[in-house]
């Protein structure tokens, strides 16, 4: 296939579930001339609560749907099956593969006297790639692991802005220390529930918390690697194709939701 065609091809995006819409709609707004394929495996969602084994092979499963469909390059929108399937998908499938980790590094950037507070799901925080990552940053003391275990699926259901969510996140903040500076959001999810979030922040920190996530630095990643490889689409509008396992009409929805997320 020559060069000209490669670049017209689709760049693929799977999550196991809707939150990765948030990740495909930054990066349309970033690359605009780009086409999209956008896979949500809603029907096994969440991927957090399963096994290591359990979660590579469905992430796998959903790198294949991509490439059938023809994708330049894949995007893993999902930091659990990021942690715990990349390094498969990256040697079985011989195309860029584009991972997410949770955004710690730049989270010491707010830090004042206080902590950082990590929100992911149990697969991200007790994969090895996550303890490297905090072993690599100036003082991992700092960092407080928060596992929400019931809000990926809150999410999936719809409650995203209400009070079942803003109620599941106050009963997760009010175990830990008050002096939290920084919140950093480690599952795609957990922006659809941001203003959710804030109000718990207020209400048991009596103040609003920064929150930051990896999606502006994966998307900046996409550009950096495709640039690299003379993989860019250069002109015309992009499209995009969405696809669920589960409930397509859910994921429409929190798609159309995800263009309205300010960075």
Avoid: W
Avoid at 119 to 139: C, G, V
Avoid at 163 to 185: G, H
Avoid at 201 to 227: C, F, H, S, W
Avoid at 239 to 248: A, I, P
């Amino acid at each position: 296939m020559n060069e000209e065609n490669i670049k017209n091809k689709p760049i693929g995006v799977f999550d196991s579930g809707i939150g990765g819409a948030s990740v495909l709609a930054l990066a349309e707004k970033m690359m605009p001339h780009e086409d999209f394929i956008y896979y949500g495996d809603d029907k096994n969602a969440p991927y957090g609560n399963r096994p290591e084994e359990e979660i590579r092979a469905l992430a796998l499963d959903c790198a294949k749907f991509l490439v059938d469909k023809g994708v330049k390059a894949i995007v893993v929108a999902c930091n659990t099956a990021t942690s715990a399937a990349v390094a498969d998908i990256r040697e079985k499938f011989l195309l860029p593969v584009i991972s997410m980790e949770p955004a710690i590094k730049p989270a010491f950037g707010y830090l004042k006297d206080g902590k950082i507070i990590v929100f992911a799901t149990e697969a991200t925080l007790r994969q090895k790639k996550y303890t490297d990552l905090k072993n690599r940053m100036p003082d991992k003391s700092k960092i407080i692991d928060s596992p929400l275990r019931e809000l990926v699926a809150l999410i999936e259901q719809g409650h995203y802005d209400d009070d079942v969510a803003c109620d599941n996140i106050k009963s997760e903040l009010i175990k830990y220390p008050r002096d939290i500076d920084v919140m950093v959001l480690g599952c795609t999810h957990f922006l659809f529930v941001k203003d959710a979030m804030n109000r718990a922040a207020k209400e048991i920190y009596g103040k609003e918390v920064p929150m930051i996530d990896g999606n502006l630095g994966t998307v900046k990643q996409l550009i950096r690697v495709l640039k690299t490889k003379d993989m860019l689409k250069g002109t015309g509008k992009g499209k995009t194709e969405l696809y669920s396992s589960g409930d397509l009409e859910m994921l429409e929805k929190f798609y159309i939701i995800a263009k309205e997320i300010k960075y």
